[in-house]
């Protein structure tokens, strides 16, 4: 199942508590690639997707920071 949950900065946290395919993707990296750049192609250009937990790599879930570039410029601008 995924969640989305919305931060305070206004960027969002997309989580997948479950993996479907966690034994392919143990053995083919790729689908993890696949499935971050299907994020990325279907979310557009203005759109950054970072995935920052993973399961494969020992996390308990695998969750993506989506945000827009405009965004991010204006949390720069006020740090």
């Known amino acids: 199942m995924a ?9 969002f946290l997309l989580v997948e508590n479950h993996c479907p395919i966690c034994a392919a993707a143990n053995a083919c990296l790729g689908l ?6 299907l994020f990325r192609s279907v979310l ?17 879930r ?3 920071r989506v945000s827009s ?9 006020r740090r």
């Open 3 to 11: 969640d989305i949950k919305s931060d305070v900065d206004g960027s």
């Open 32 to 37: 993890c690639s696949t499935e971050l750049d």
């Open 44 to 60: 557009g250009p203005g759109v950054e997707v970072k995935r920052i937990e993973h399961i494969v790599s020992g996390d308990r």
């Open 62 to 64: 695998c969750a993506y």
């Open 69 to 77: 570039e405009a965004g991010r410029g204006r949390a720069r601008a």
